[in-house]
C-alpha cells in the first residue's frame, strides 16, 4: 500500500471514526488479532519481539541483538504472510553503523513495508549517555535523516518525539504523522514503574500538538502508550489536547497476555477444590512478611491431611529454612508446634460434641488413634476420653 492511499485511508477514519489506532507488534498472532480488532496499521519493532520474550521493551536498546535484522525477518516470516493488505512500517534503528541508511530503506521498501518508524528513538535516552552518543555522531538527527529520506522514497514515515523541538525537525523532513511518545506502558507485571501522571502526559502533548496545528494542520497527530493504556485515560487527551490516535505496544500484547495465561493457569492449577492460601500465593499477594498467613491458612484449610514444610517451601519458591525463620518470627512457634496446636484446639472444639474419640482423630490428621491420645495428653494433660467426659456439652 502506497504513501498516499495510506494517508487518505487514516485521514478518512479520522473523519468518519474520530480516531485511529496503531500497534507496536511482535509476533503474528499479536498482529492477526489487532487487525480483527480493527487496528489501522502496525509497527514491527524489534520491543514487541522482546515483550514476547518477557523481557522489557527496553532491551531494544541494549547489545541483545541486531534491531533491524530482527524486524526485518520479523515482517517477512510473520506479518505479511498473513496480513498483506496491512499496512506495516518498519521500526528502523537509524544510528545502526553498519548500514547506508538510503540503501537499506530502499531494503525496506523492496521486502514490502508501506513505510518507517524510527524506533528504538534516540528521543527516549537522556543525561550523560545521550551526550557520549552524540559524540560519537549517533543522535536523533540520524531518525531525521532517515524520515527525509523515506519521504523522498515516497514511504509513509511516523515520527516519535518527545520534545517541539524534534517535532519541528520531524516535520521539516517530511514525516506523515508526529506521535508523541510517553515512553514504556505503565499497567501489568512488566510495565513502566516510572511514568508520566496523565496531567502531565496531557501537557506534554498539547504543547508539542499546539505547534503541529500552528504550523502543519493537516498533519496526523498521534501520542505512544506510556501513561496511557485505558479507554478512559485516552479519552481524557482525547477531550483535552488535539490528538487523533493512539498507538499502544503493551497495551495490545503483554498487558492483555499476562492477564489471560496468569489466570487461565491459576484456574487449572487451583484444581476442583479452591485453596485460599494457593490462590493466595498464585496471584502473587503473598510477600516475605505473608509467609506465615500462607502457611497458617494452609493448615487451617488441610489439617486434616499429612503437611511438610518442606512441601510448602517448594510451592512458595523458598527454602524450607528460611520458611522456618520467617513463620518463626511471625508467630512466635515453630512450624510442627503451631500445627500440633492447631489441631489440638480443633480436637477439643470436636470433643464436646457428639463425635466419638476415633472419628476426631482422623478429623484432625492422625488416623492411628494411639499417636493422637498420646500427643493430646502432652498438649492438653489428659487424655481424649477424659477431656470429653468432663467437658461434653
Known amino acids: 500500500m502506497g504513501r498516499s492511499e495510506i494517508i487518505q485511508r487514516l485521514q478518512a477514519q479520522i473523519r468518519v ?19 480483527m ?17 518477557g523481557r522489557s521493551s527496553y532491551a531494544g536498546y541494549l547489545s541483545c541483538g541486531n534491531n533491524n535484522e530482527i524486524v526485518m525477518e520479523l515482517g517477512t516470516k510473520e506479518l505479511f504472510p498473513i496480513l498483506p493488505d496491512m499496512p506495516i512500517l518498519f521500526g528502523l534503528f537509524a544510528s545502526d553503523p553498519t548500514i547506508h541508511i538510503y540503501e537499506y530503506l530502499k531494503l525496506i521498501q523492496q521486502n514490502g513495508f508501506s513505510g518507517i518508524v524510527n524506533y528504538p528513538t534516540l528521543s527516549l535516552v537522556d ?30 514515515t511516523i515520527a ?9 525537525q520531524m516535520l521539516a523532513a517530511g514525516a506523515d504523522v508526529i506521535c508523541v511518545h510517553l515512553g514504556l506502558t505503565k499497567g501489568g507485571m512488566m510495565g513502566a514503574k516510572r511514568y508520566f ?74 484444581g476442583p477444590e479452591d485453596s485460599t492460601a494457593i490462590t493466595n500465593l498464585l496471584k502473587g499477594s503473598v510477600y516475605a512478611g505473608g509467609y506465615a498467613d500462607f502457611v497458617k491458612d494452609y493448615i487451617g484449610e488441610h489439617f ?27 508467630t512466635g512457634m515453630n512450624f510442627t508446634s503451631y500445627l500440633i496446636q492447631y489441631r489440638m484446639n480443633k480436637a477439643k ?28 495428653h502432652k498438649y492438653v494433660g489428659v487424655s481424649p476420653k477424659i477431656y470429653k467426659n468432663n467437658n461434653q456439652e
Not at 480488532?37 to 520474550?53: E, I, T
Not at 511438610?308 to 527454602?319: F, I, K, N, P, Y
Request: aromatic share 12%; net charge negative; glycine share 8%.
Open 349 to 376: 472444639t470436636w470433643l464436646r460434641g457428639p463425635m466419638n474419640c476415633q472419628e476426631i482423630a482422623e478429623k484432625v490428621g492422625y488416623p492411628d488413634y494411639v499417636q493422637f491420645s498420646k500427643i493430646f
Open 304 to 330: 486434616d491431611q499429612p503437611i511438610q514444610l518442606r512441601d510448602l517451601a517448594l510451592v512458595a519458591h523458598v527454602s524450607s529454612s528460611y520458611l522456618s525463620i520467617r513463620f518463626k518470627k511471625e
Open 37 to 53: 480488532g480493527g487496528g489501522d496499521f502496525l509497527l514491527a519493532l524489534s520491543a514487541g519481539k522482546y515483550r514476547l520474550m
Open 197 to 270: 501522571s496523565l496531567n502531565e502526559a496531557r501537557s506534554m502533548t498539547d504543547d508539542i500538538f499546539q505547534y503541529c496545528t500552528d504550523h502543519y494542520p493537516d498533519i496526523i497527530r498521534m501520542i505512544y502508550a506510556g501513561s496511557i493504556s485505558t479507554p478512559s485515560e485516552l479519552e481524557y487527551i482525547y477531550q483535552n489536547t488535539s490528538c487523533q490516535g493512539y498507538i499502544g505496544g503493551s497495551t495490545f500484547d503483554r498487558i492483555p497476555a499476562e492477564k489471560a495465561i496468569l489466570e487461565t493457569t491459576r484456574m487449572f492449577k487451583s
Open 127 to 156: 543525561g550523560k549517555f545521550r551526550q557520549a552518543l552524540a559524540e560519537e555522531n549517533t543522535s536523533f538527527q540520524s531518525e531525521v535523516e532517515a524520515v527525509r529520506l523515506a519521504h523522498i522514497l515516497d514511504l509513509f
Open 17 to 35: 471514526n474520530g480516531h485511529i489506532i496503531g500497534a507496536a507488534v511482535g509476533s503474528g498472532m499479536t498482529a492477526k488479532y489487532v487487525a
Open 160 to 168: 516519535f518525539v518527545t520534545t517541539k523541538e524534534e517535532c519541528q
